[in-house]
């Protein structure tokens, strides 16, 4: 009896958490647009500007794009502050910013697309459409199908701060994909990556004999008149209205040059777009696939795109779905989008993050509501507090946390927790030491399993580097064997900063190395 007392009790758990999930799904079948919140209170347009001038004030933003959708036409899109801190220039809604993993919206629908059109399945293998594709465990290589690939739920990391920089091409970065970490089993658990995305451009232009970018642009960019949005960085910084990256630096936000540092993960993180443009992809969204009364994506697939797939819970969802102070709860990574209720609402939206810009993307399908906010810095917070307090105005909620001062607290403690690392990191050096071996004996060649391929240890003006396909990285001693490395770039970013050990053997010989990011390598000379 106690058994099943208990097992009725975990039903009625699992019923509860079930339920919620179903309103949402509900609402996304509803398909087409909703009819209008009986008490849906006016937007008040400038008062909304007063808001945001503030928070720009306040988190020193140089430059904001934004864009408010709601019953099926843009009723508010202006910029705010400037393009570049430097050398100014106002930024209006069609200036161009790099919209990073918004990009993943487009990929899902251009899946969603075929899929309508019967040249791809949700179920297939991904090695139907490119054979020569391998996951990192082999028994998943021919397991692992699309929709695992599009819902976060492959299990592999990622190799953002790895080897992406040194892959030559799209194809030959998915090539790669096979060394990856395999963090998870295979549809065990949520787990956010970018390569997946990547994969599935692959897929895509196998079935469609065009790049991802050009498929993109001719199913969804032109015919819905997005006519400022590309998929190349070089197009859209030398655009006159063009904003500029900027990073946090001690002395403020400084300008960097507009580089899409992950060339081979397009499909992922590398459309650029403006605030207008995005809009006209909202209402696209809320008008469930429709634009100009034609059907651009089948029914079906449109709605099955936007349904909850993965529940964002474990280590890879960071805090949860659940966030009572926020608001949220029972968040879910669907294709493309996140799905989660929002103060009682569905909130289907996204973000996005590259060097020098955040952007955030939401609507509500029962409210047709939509919200776009660009950045122009690394600061990801603050674009999350303006879509909020869009969101919350339009409405009409009251009682919710100041998000300006919810995030500006949350970026100070992320701010804090950073340095701490760094100082702890610091802590630790041992001071005064010198390399094992001479800096001669280190140079040479070597090799990995197949990530990075053969690389070769040099000296450079009397401090060591190690060249890897297209990039060169400086070593700077630490103490003993082990150096930190910086990619030589145009800029420093120090989150992709790692350390390099070397090894001795008992010969005395410098062996090998090993990469702090999970990589080790063998001398073959």
């Not at 701060?161 to 060394?179: A, E, G, I």
């Not at 498929?215 to 190349?232: C, E, H, I």
């Not at 060339?263 to 459309?271: H, I, K, L, N, S």
């Amino acid at each position: 009896m106690a058994q099943s007392i208990g097992r009725l009790g975990r039903g009625f758990r699992l019923l509860a958490l079930l339920l919620p999930l179903v309103a949402m799904e509900a609402q996304v079948l509803a398909g087409g647009r909703p009819a209008a919140t009986a008490a849906a209170p006016r937007f008040d347009a400038a008062a909304f500007d007063a808001k945001v001038a503030a928070m720009m004030r306040d988190w020193r933003q140089p430059g904001l794009s934004i864009a408010i959708v709601k019953g099926g036409r843009i009723i508010h899109e202006r910029g705010f502050g400037v393009r570049n801190a430097e050398t100014g220039g106002p930024v209006d809604a069609h200036t161009e910013f790099g919209i990073a993993s918004l990009t993943k919206s487009f990929a899902a629908a251009s899946v969603a697309k075929l899929v309508g059109e019967g040249k791809l399945e949700w179920d297939a293998p991904v090695t139907r459409y490119i054979p020569w594709f391998q996951m990192p465990r082999d028994r998943d290589t021919n397991e692992v199908t699309l929709r695992d690939l599009l819902a976060m739920r492959s299990g592999i990391g990622s190799s953002e701060y790895s080897f992406r920089r040194v892959s030559t091409d799209r194809r030959d970065h998915v090539r790669r994909v096979r060394y990856l970490q395999q963090v998870h089993p295979l549809r065990s658990e949520y787990l956010y990556t970018t390569d997946s995305y990547t994969v599935i451009g692959e897929v895509i232009a196998s079935v469609t004999g065009m790049p991802w970018e050009a498929y993109a642009g001719a199913s969804f960019w032109t015919p819905l008149g997005m006519a400022r949005t590309n998929a190349d960085h070089r197009v859209a910084r030398a655009d006159p209205n063009a904003a500029s990256p900027h990073l946090t630096k001690p002395a403020g936000f400084q300008p960097i040059e507009w580089i899409y540092e992950d060339e081979a993960a397009q499909p992922a993180g590398g459309v650029n777009s403006t605030a207008h443009d995005l809009a006209l992809w909202l209402q696209f969204q809320l008008a469930g696939g429709v634009a100009g009364g034609k059907r651009l994506i089948a029914e079906a697939p449109f709605r099955e795109s936007h349904m909850p797939q993965t529940l964002m819970r474990g280590e890879g969802a960071k805090d949860g779905p659940d966030s009572p102070a926020e608001g949220l709860r029972f968040g879910s990574y669907a294709m493309g989008w996140t799905v989660q209720d929002y103060r009682g609402h569905t909130l289907i939206s996204h973000s996005g993050g590259i060097d020098g810009f955040r952007t955030w993307m939401g609507y509500l399908p029962a409210d047709d509501i939509g919200v776009v906010v660009l950045g122009n810095t690394d600061q990801g917070m603050m674009p999350l507090a303006v879509m909020r307090t869009a969101i919350d105005d339009l409405l009409g909620l009251t009682g919710g946390p100041d998000w300006n001062r919810f995030m500006l607290d949350r970026a100070q403690r992320a701010t804090e927790s950073g340095r701490k690392k760094l100082a702890d990191l610091e802590a630790a050096r041992i001071k005064g030491t010198q390399p094992d071996r001479p800096l001669n004996d280190h140079l040479g060649t070597f090799a990995d399993r197949g990530a990075f391929g053969t690389v070769k240890v040099g000296l450079d003006a009397g401090h060591l580097v190690i060249d890897a396909g297209k990039m060169r990285y400086d070593l700077e001693h630490w103490h003993h064997e082990v150096f930190k490395a910086r990619p030589r770039w145009p800029y420093e970013v120090d989150s992709r900063n790692f350390f390099v050990t070397f090894t001795v053997d008992p010969g005395a010989k410098i062996s090998g190395f090993d990469f702090s990011t999970g990589y080790s390598f063998k001398r073959t000379d």
